[in-house]
């Protein structure tokens, strides 16, 4: 299969600093992907190559099959950063109806863009009176524009409120199921742990893991927490069966282990006469990338 997104060996340098070094990628049709990384990581670089909008000194980028920013690629690539702005004076009807003008496709199309992130009812209000959640969903109506291959995503909840976050998570999962591939830059965890196929983190321009969460995971090799809860009345004689496990106050008993002793322990835990409950707590996003991105990146 072709991918999408192909990055091979990139290096970007600015006045002698290495902003990428050796960054290898792939994005396929229908991945969503996450790009993790502290500020300062690369990853605003990446995007802005990937968009065509600066040069790169090592490597090769292909987009669509096409050089980056060549007409070929900005045809089949969208993009929504941070911060969207539009003309406050236009209604969201009249912005859209602009950029499908640009881009050669029919202005009819606005209400429906509107309508699919959310904004229907705001069609016919001027921007300045959006909120800062309306005009993200503004710029993702924008995006949507000629059912792009790929769409590349800077920080798109911004200002989201958890309810168009869930919609918007939603509508990156439609255009998924169609063959659209998304590289979506975050800080929001918490967010793409469960709304990604793919992760890679970035730090100090150098790309320090990739793969699926269960891949992360395995790589990362961090402990599993396990909660156990005791039977009534047993929690002294469960704490003696388990000695290695501390008590935090909640009633509950709290141990770790590592992932390849994972079953064993839960072997023995389960065996016990003591056990009313337990919990299996893995690694999260946030352990992962706090043990994968280093700000010095070495």
């Known amino acids: 299969m072709t991918s999408t997104l192909?990055?091979?060996?990139?290096?970007?340098?600015?006045?002698?600093?290495?902003?990428?070094?050796?960054?290898?990628?792939?994005?396929?049709?229908?991945?969503?992907?996450?790009?993790?990384?502290?500020?300062?990581a690369g990853k605003s670089?990446?995007?802005?190559?990937?968009?065509?909008?600066?040069?790169?000194?090592?490597?090769?980028?292909?987009?669509?099959?096409?050089?980056?920013?060549?007409?070929?690629?900005?045809?089949?690539?969208?993009?929504?950063?941070?911060?969207?702005?539009?003309?406050?004076?236009?209604?969201?009807?009249?912005?859209?109806r602009h950029y499908l003008s640009l881009r050669g496709e029919k202005p009819a199309q606005a209400v429906d863009l509107l309508a699919r992130v959310g904004l229907g009812d705001a069609?016919?209000?001027?921007?300045g009176t959006y909120s800062k959640g309306m005009r993200q969903r503004v710029g993702l109506a924008q995006a949507l524009i000629g059912k792009p291959r790929l769409l590349v995503l800077d920080e798109p909840t911004s200002g989201l409120d958890p309810v168009s976050r869930r919609d918007f998570y939603a509508l990156l999962d439609d255009l998924a199921a169609g063959g659209t591939a998304i590289l979506l830059?975050?800080?929001?965890?918490?967010?793409?742990e469960?709304?990604?196929?793919?992760?890679?983190?970035?730090?100090?321009?150098?790309?320090?893991?990739?793969?699926?969460?269960?891949?992360?995971?395995?790589?990362?090799?961090?402990?599993?927490?396990?909660?156990?809860?005791?039977?009534?009345?047993?929690?002294d004689a469960l704490a003696q069966a388990l000695p290695m496990a501390r008590a935090n106050g909640d009633g509950r008993l709290h141990l770790d282990c590592a992932q390849d002793d994972k079953l064993a322990v839960l072997a023995r835990i389960t065996g016990l006469p003591q056990v009313a409950d337990l919990?299996?707590?893995?690694?999260?996003?946030?352990?992962?990338?706090?043990?994968?991105?280093?700000r010095d990146g070495q």
Not at 185 to 192: D, I, K
């Open 123 to 127: 069609a016919k209000r001027r921007i």
């Open 194 to 235: 469960a709304r990604t196929d793919r992760i890679l983190i970035l730090s100090g321009g150098r790309l320090m893991a990739q793969g699926t969460l269960s891949d992360l995971r395995r790589k990362a090799a961090l402990p599993v927490a396990i909660s156990v809860a005791p039977a009534a009345g047993q929690r």
């Open 279 to 294: 919990e299996v707590i893995p690694p999260s996003l946030e352990d992962i990338y706090s043990h994968f991105s280093r």
């Open 45 to 96: 670089t990446m995007m802005k190559i990937i968009l065509g909008l600066i040069p790169f000194d090592g490597g090769a980028v292909t987009v669509c099959g096409a050089a980056p920013g060549s007409a070929a690629a900005r045809a089949q690539v969208a993009y929504l950063p941070e911060n969207a702005a539009f003309h406050p004076a236009l209604t969201g009807e009249e912005q859209i």
């Open 6 to 40: 192909t990055i091979s060996h990139l290096t970007k340098r600015f006045a002698g600093v290495e902003a990428l070094r050796d960054v290898s990628l792939t994005v396929d049709a229908g991945q969503r992907v996450a790009l993790l990384g502290h500020n300062g």
């Open 185 to 192: 830059s975050s800080h929001a965890l918490t967010e793409v």
